[in-house]
């Protein structure tokens, strides 16, 4: 079972980026979907996450407002849809599947924000 994340790039402060995440070889929809980054020096940090047994989502604090988690089950995708980007937010994001026994991460997509 795998996670891919694509979507990364440079951006302006102000302007916006749609991560996404494939996963294979899991079961989708038993999993929940979840994204963290990790800025330069920082630890990793929670960012928003799709509980798959009812699809309630949860963001952190600072992202609140700007991004927002989404799932295709048909794709086996979950997308990060992040808008009014500011400079903190540069970081690699990483996706990670949560499962009843059994957590899989992704290789990240770094998100740089210049002014």
């Known amino acids: 079972a795998q996670v891919v994340e694509s979507g990364g790039g440079l951006v302006q402060t102000g302007g916006s980026l749609r991560l996404s995440c494939t996963a294979s070889?899991?079961?989708?929809?038993?999993?929940?979907m979840a994204w963290f980054r990790q800025g330069p020096g920082k630890e990793r940090e929670f960012v928003a996450s799709h509980v798959h047994k009812d699809g309630s989502t949860y963001y952190a604090d600072s992202v609140k407002g700007r991004f927002t988690i989404s799932r295709d089950i048909a794709k086996n995708t979950v997308y990060l849809q992040m808008n009014n980007l500011k400079l903190e937010d540069s970081a690699v994001y990483y996706c990670?599947?949560?499962?009843?026994?059994?957590?899989?991460w992704g290789q990240g997509t770094q998100v740089t924000v210049s002014e």
């Open positions: 990670n599947a949560i499962g009843d026994y059994d957590t899989i």
């Open positions: 070889g899991l079961t989708f929809n038993q999993y929940t």
